[in-house]
């Protein structure tokens, strides 16, 4: 059973730039989630996906940000317009049907905007 | 408007010993408890849980001990180890029907 992966796991661009970080959960585990976090924080939730549908957005922290999990597997987190406060760790999480409270996370990515 | 706190932002222990880690929580909803281990650029690591109808769980050198009355959770290791030096978030959530909260986490460090 292997863990959740993500890729890349850093990233640097510059200001301005779209980035696209890709996330990879365990296998048969239905929900997918998205988390942000900056130094001194705990992960900061951005997003969730139970299968393929998108169950809370509003907590995606400007119209630049969005995600996509087309076919229930894997999900996609996009930044346009990157600023340099977007620069922290993007963190993915997964969880099984029958236990959805429990969360395993992925190793992140690193983001840092120049 | 945090509500999970982690008050103590690091924590000093000599191996061996019992280290405890505490968290307080304000939000009511909130049934289920989760502390997550982190390394350095690595994601957080799932270490135990804990639902509200509990107020203790037990796993090897782990225990998670939870005073609902008190709104407060705590982790204890015992013994410590060098290997246990990193960041320990807590988190809660409503039986993951809303997302998992954390706290800003305490940095242990056990020394040898």
């Known amino acids: 059973d292997t863990g959740v992966s993500q890729d890349p796991r850093h990233k640097i661009t510059k200001r301005g730039q779209n980035v696209t970080f890709r996330c990879d959960p365990i296998?048969?585990?239905?929900?997918l989630y998205w988390y942000r976090q900056t130094l001194g924080q705990g992960p900061e939730f951005l997003t969730y996906?139970?299968?393929?549908?998108?169950?809370?957005k509003s907590r995606l922290l400007s119209d630049r940000f969005s995600a996509e999990r087309p076919k229930g597997s894997f999900s996609t987190l996009e930044i346009q317009r990157t600023e340099q406060g977007d620069s922290a760790m993007y963190l993915c999480a997964s969880s099984r049907p029958d236990r959805p409270e429990t969360q395993y996370f992925g190793p992140g990515t690193r983001l840092l905007v120049l | 408007d945090q509500q999970v706190k982690q008050n103590s932002p690091s924590l000093s222990v000599q191996e061996g010993r019992i280290s405890i880690l505490n968290c307080d929580y304000t939000?009511?909803?909130?049934?289920?408890f989760l502390w997550y281990k982190k390394y350095p650029a690595e994601g957080p690591t799932f270490l135990i849980s804990?639902?509200?109808?509990?107020d203790k769980n037990e796993d090897g050198r782990f225990t998670v001990f939870l005073n609902k009355s008190a709104k407060h959770l705590s982790l204890h290791i015992v013994p410590s180890q060098p290997g246990d030096s990193a960041v320990y978030f807590c988190?809660?959530?409503?039986?993951?029907?809303?997302?998992?909260?954390f706290g800003k986490g305490t940095r242990l460090s056990v020394i040898a």
């Open positions: 296998s048969e585990h239905n929900r």
């Open positions: 804990i639902s509200s109808i509990k």
């Open positions: 988190g809660g959530d409503n039986s993951g029907n809303t997302p998992l909260v």
């Open positions: 996906f139970q299968n393929e549908a998108q169950l809370e």
């Open positions: 939000n009511s909803m909130f049934d289920y």
